[in-house]
């Protein structure tokens, strides 16, 4: 009986272990240009050919190392798409910061990148802080979902608003003094013709109390805690190599890679 039964049991374990090691790794991410090239940004431009960027290359190498298909959902705002990561929808988020009160419900990877955090402001309505407290007699903004803790904020100081461009045209319009966000990120619009750190009517200064923040792959606690370990090596190994410094400058070539 066991032997006539035993052909039919190899199969379906066979099929079993194909279809799990067959199911794609869905990962989401800040949509902010350092981060990748969203749909919505290839559609204004047609010179670029796919998703990509930064993080996203690097998510894709890591996968070719691990010899695993990877898909990236794009187009989400960084507040659901931590949402779906939490709720299991997706499995991770790339380009997120380290954060005590995330770190609560999502396991990190190690570091793949570090920025410069900076001040920006208008070049006619100066910001002068050496200190936290020296910042906090300003009006800051911000973005909703994004973590300002490495800054000493936190999101409650904040004027928060949906994007960039929200930021700057508050900023403009004088209903804040300022906002913080890292060299990078601002030097990457660049690449879609927002030069925002040529232009003479921002000014932008250091924030020498804030900690560098670095960007990891992180997701919800308690799963895929074995993928995350495979991930890491991946990681260390793209790093040692040079092959992530070799990703870094295709997109900011002109600043040079922290690991």
Not at 26 to 39: F, H, L, Q, R, V
Not at 166 to 179: E, P
Request: net charge neutral; aromatic share 10%; glycine share 6%.
């Amino acid at each position: 009986m066991l032997k006539r039964f035993l052909p039919c049991l190899l199969f379906f374990l066979v099929q079993a272990l194909h279809a799990q090691t067959a199911t794609p790794t869905k990962i989401c991410g800040d949509p902010n240009p350092s981060e990748w090239i969203t749909p919505a940004t290839l559609a204004q431009h047609p010179e670029l050919s796919a998703v990509t960027g930064i993080s996203v290359d690097m998510m894709r190498a890591v996968f070719n190392v691990l010899g695993k298909e990877v898909i990236v959902t794009a187009d989400l705002p960084w507040k659901r798409c931590l949402n779906e990561v939490q709720n299991g929808n997706i499995d991770f988020a790339m380009g997120a910061y380290y954060d005590q009160e995330r770190a609560k419900t999502f396991d990190y990877s190690i570091h793949y990148n570090t920025l410069t955090p900076q001040i920006f402001y208008l070049s006619s309505n100066l910001v002068t802080a050496a200190s936290l407290n020296e910042l906090k007699r300003y009006k800051g903004c911000g973005n909703y979902g994004s973590s300002y803790e490495h800054y000493g904020l936190s999101a409650a100081q904040l004027d928060l608003g949906a994007g960039y461009d929200s930021m700057i045209r508050k900023l403009r319009a004088k209903r804040c003094d300022y906002f913080v966000e890292e060299l990078e990120i601002i030097a990457s619009f660049k690449m879609f013709g927002k030069d925002i750190l040529s232009e003479p009517e921002i000014a932008h200064s250091n924030a020498p109390w804030a900690v560098a923040p670095s960007r990891y792959v992180i997701t919800a606690k308690g799963k895929n805690a074995k993928l995350l370990e495979q991930i890491n090596h991946a990681l260390e190994g793209l790093i040692k190599s040079g092959k992530a410094a070799e990703i870094w400058k295709t997109g900011l070539g002109a600043i040079p890679y922290k690991p």
